[in-house]
T-cell receptor, first 110, second 113 residues
Framework: EDQVTQSPEALRLQEGESSSLNCSYT??????LFWYRQDPGKGPEFLFT???AGEEKEKERLKATLTKKESFLHITAPKPEDSATYLC???????????FGKGTTLSVSS | ETGVTQSPTHLIKTRGQQVTLRCSSQ?????VSWYQQALGQGPQFIFQ???????GRGNFPPRFSGLQFPNYSSELNVNALELDDSALYLC????????????FGPGTRLTVT
């Protein structure tokens, strides 16, 4: 069964304190791994797509990496405005649905 | 470029009633997917529409139904509402060409009392 597990559930950082979020996945034939950011009460905002092991993508203070079993979202020198829930998802085998993890809620304090 | 829009923003219904939620896809996108997100959970796939046909369905009962129109906009209908249907309902649009990335709307918050 296709499955996505994210850890930790919650993460508190001081401004400037770098860290990583983990996304482990089990899927029959990866058709894409997606990272989204979600602010409270709003829809997920697309961040990155990764397709093959070894691939990396960067956007401002965020960098996403992919291995054959997991993905990491590295946050370098975070700011309070980076506070949000970060969701990881993979495509199902049919390529129709995104299967999401429960997310990691990041809080960055100044 | 216009993003995904949804209406209404919030809705309060009584158990047993029916509700219709609406979604306009991002310009250039021909595929619409619907998700349900309970508090503290990731979004759960309800179904996807492509060329006005249902193109995949998650583990949701038949009282969840949908439509897609020729302009690619979509509706989600839920009959016989239950308390557990209270959630944020998200619409996402995509194109079936290329990267299949799905772009989400702001959601509709449904409360069933």
């Amino acid at each position: 069964e296709d499955q996505v597990t994210q850890s930790p559930e919650a993460l508190r950082l001081q401004e400037g304190e770098s860290s990583s979020l983990n996304c482990s996945y089990t899927v029959s034939g990866l058709r894409g791994l997606f990272w989204y950011r979600q602010d409270p009460g709003k829809g997920p905002e697309f961040l990155f797509t990764l397709y093959s092991a070894g691939e990396e993508k960067e956007k401002e203070r965020l960098k996403a990496t992919l291995t054959k079993k997991e993905s990491f979202l590295h946050i370098t020198a975070p700011k309070p405005e980076d506070s949000a829930t970060y969701l990881c998802a993979v495509h199902n085998q049919a390529g129709t649905a995104l299967i999401f993890g429960k997310g990691t809620t990041l809080s960055v304090s100044s | 470029e216009t993003g995904v829009t949804q209406s209404p923003t919030h809705l309060i219904k009584t158990r047993g009633q029916q509700v219709t939620l609406r979604c306009s896809s991002q310009s250039g996108h021909n595929t619409v997917s619907w998700y349900q997100q309970a508090l503290g959970q990731g979004p759960q796939f309800i179904f996807q529409y492509y060329r006005e046909e249902e193109n995949g369905r998650g583990n949701f009962p038949p009282r969840f139904s949908g439509l897609q129109f020729p302009n690619y906009s979509s509706e989600l209908n839920v009959n016989a509402l239950e308390l557990d249907d209270s959630a944020l309902y998200l619409c996402a649009s995509s194109t079936r060409q290329g990267t299949y990335e799905q772009y989400f709307g702001p959601g509709t918050r449904l409360t069933v009392t």
